[in-house]
């Protein structure tokens, strides 16, 4: 088992900066997918960026040029970097660790932070 613990989440006002961490604990030699996602009220989970297994990052469209993942293996931690957040980024952030198999991307395993909020307002 993985767990996970998110921190890092505020207010802020548009055009605002937050660092979002994610604190990894139990057993880490499950995980080879690191990853954040986020669901504002009345939508849908989205991911919005993700440390593949093969040590790249991927970002949704709609983050990218303005959110930056990184992970410090040595203190288990995962960190979102968020620059320029807008109202629409408003939303709780999960931070996600997951195994999924090569090449068929099957997810085999899947845990969950409990999610922190970010609120975007003016």
């Known amino acids: 088992q993985v767990q996970l613990v998110e921190s890092g989440g505020g207010s802020v006002q548009p055009g605002g900066s937050l660092r979002l961490s994610c604190a990894a604990s139990?057993?880490?030699?499950?995980?080879?997918?690191w990853g954040w996602f986020r669901q504002a009220p009345g939508k849908e989970r989205e991911l919005v960026a993700a440390l593949t297994p093969a040590g790249t990052s991927a970002y949704a469209d709609s983050v990218k040029g303005r959110f930056t993942i990184s992970r410090d293996s040595a203190k288990n931690t995962l960190f979102l970097q968020m620059n320029s957040l807008k109202p629409e980024d408003t939303a709780v952030y999960l931070c996600n660790a997951r195994r999924v198999t090569i090449p068929t991307q099957r997810v085999t395993a899947d845990f969950w932070g409990q999610g922190t909020q970010v609120t975007v307002s003016s």
């Open positions: 139990g057993t880490l030699m499950i995980p080879n997918t």
